[in-house]
Structure formats: structure tokens, C-alpha cells
Nanobody
């Protein structure tokens, strides 16, 4: 079993910054991929940024140039540095971790989310 916990959310004024962190723990053989998603009320969950299994990064167009994803493989953590925040960034941000087994099956785990609120 794997546990995924996010932290770092809060209330910030437009133009401000926040840093979100995610820690995966438990029965981890290896992490296949890690990503940040967000979901605003009455809207679909959307990808914000991710690390692929090859270590490359993908960003949603709406955060390019503002957000930066980083990771610490040794600690099974992934962070999201958010700058120049806009009110439309307000959402619950979720960390998603894909864990690989020795037989190369993957299992997906989600954190419970951390609220980010950006005021105008």
C-alpha cells in the first residue's frame, strides 16, 4: 500500500507564489511517474504538470512559464513551485503517483488534495 500526502496549499493574493509538496510512502518498489493535477468546483480534473517515466516534464499550456515541477527521487517527493498566481488557478491540487511492481504492473495512487485559493 502506498500513501500520498500533499501540503503547501493556502490563500495567496494574485501575483503571489506558493510551493506545493507531495510525499509518497509505503510499499514502493519504484515510481513510474508523478504528476500534479487540479480540480476547481464544477470542473473536470486537469493535468498541471508531470514527470514521465523517462524523467522528462510535461506542462499544461496554462501554467507554462509560471509553474515548475521538481522531484527528489531518493525521498519519493515531487514539488510544484507556483509563481504569478492568478485567481483562475484556484482549485484543489492533487498529487498522483504511479508505482511500478517487480512485474512491471503499475498502480495509481492519489493524495487527498490541498486547497489553493488565489484572491484578486
Amino acid at each position: 500500500q502506498v500513501q500520498v500526502v500533499e501540503s503547501g496549499g493556502g490563500l495567496v493574493q494574485a501575483g503571489g507564489s506558493l510551493r506545493l509538496s507531495c510525499v509518497a510512502s509505503g510499499d514502493i518498489f519504484s515510481i513510474y511517474a508523478m504528476a500534479w493535477y487540479r480540480q476547481a468546483p464544477e470542473k473536470q480534473r486537469e493535468l498541471v504538470a508531470k514527470f514521465t517515466s523517462g524523467g522528462s516534464t510535461n506542462y499544461a499550456d496554462f501554467v507554462k512559464g509560471r509553474f515548475t515541477i521538481s522531484k527528489d527521487n531518493a525521498k519519493n517527493t515531487v514539488s510544484l513551485e507556483m509563481n504569478s498566481l492568478k485567481p483562475e488557478d484556484t482549485a484543489v491540487y492533487y498529487c498522483q503517483v504511479d508505482v511500478s511492481t517487480p512485474l512491471l504492473h503499475t498502480f495509481r495512487y492519489w493524495g487527498q488534495g490541498t486547497q489553493v485559493t488565489v484572491s484578486s
